[in-house]
């Protein structure tokens, strides 16, 4: 493919970036307490630079937020963006949790013949 001085844009997807299990840990690490690449590095038994690459990740995705303080990164929840993705998921878990209901109704009807 050829790039004639046009640099592409790689758009994360939320839903894949939340699939992950290690992104998963590491928003709930820093939806706790900000922190530094180095402290969540140090919660994971993986190398640093894959803990870098899930960080860029959710970056990107806009679910982390980095703030600089001198020469130090640290890495913020965004509760705004998490709401977006609680918001777009809500009517999904009403209708299921509608269709559950439904069916323990029948379930809780239900007489076997004898």
């Known amino acids: 493919m050829k790039s004639n001085n046009y640099t592409m844009i ?3 997807d939320v839903f894949q970036a939340l699939a992950d299990p290690t992104r998963r840990s590491i928003l709930l690490l820093v ?3 900000s922190m530094t690449a180095g ?8 190398a640093r630079p894959t803990v870098s ?10 679910l982390l937020l980095q703030v600089q ?13 998490m709401k977006e993705v609680a ?9 299921w949790e509608e269709r ?8 809780k009807n239900y007489k076997p013949k004898e």
Not at 100 to 107: A, C, I, Q, S
């Open 53 to 62: 690459k899930h960080l860029q990740i959710l970056t990107e995705c806009e």
């Open 100 to 107: 559950f209901n439904t069916l323990e109704t029948v379930m």
């Open 69 to 81: 303080n001198g020469r130090e990164i640290s890495y913020h929840f965004n509760a705004q963006k």
């Open 87 to 95: 918001d777009f998921i809500e009517p999904f878990r009403q209708m």
């Open 39 to 46: 402290a969540i590095a140090s919660n994971f038994d993986t």
């Open 10 to 12: 790689l758009r994360r």
């Open 31 to 33: 939806a706790a307490q």
